[in-house]
């Protein structure tokens, strides 16, 4: 069953094939000022619905992650980013998703503030 997430305001939606069973937990400067929880799919598995041409980008440290934001509410939905293997990714923030039990999460510790 497909999950639909989307920004506060619903100008960017999109939706991804199933809810994961884990999603990870950075402590980078910005994954936890954000407070994502984050599941990573590849970039053919993810249909964005609407609003991929209101996003805006942030990118920062190694800009190899381009962070999609919604300009009117300021929500980020969803990351664009490359495998270790080169083959693009979506990075999809669960919190954005609609009408899910987020406590069923596996969640994984990632610390990112040592990359």
């Given at each position: 069953?497909?999950?639909t ?10 939706t ?18 954000k407070?994502?929880l ?78």
């Amino acid at each position: 069953m497909t999950v639909t997430a989307s920004c506060h305001c619903g100008d960017v939606r999109l939706t991804i094939p199933a809810m994961p069973a884990e999603a990870m937990s950075c402590n980078c400067s910005h994954c936890f000022r954000k407070g994502f929880l984050l599941a990573f799919f590849p970039a053919d598995q993810v249909q964005i619905e609407s609003g991929a041409d209101k996003v805006s980008t942030y990118s920062f440290n190694k800009h190899v992650i381009q962070h999609r934001f919604c300009p009117t509410c300021g929500v980020q939905v969803y990351a664009d980013g490359k495998m270790p293997d080169g083959s693009p990714t979506v990075a999809v923030n669960l919190r954005c998703a609609e009408d899910q039990d987020l406590s069923a999460l596996k969640i994984k510790e990632v610390d990112g503030r040592s990359f």
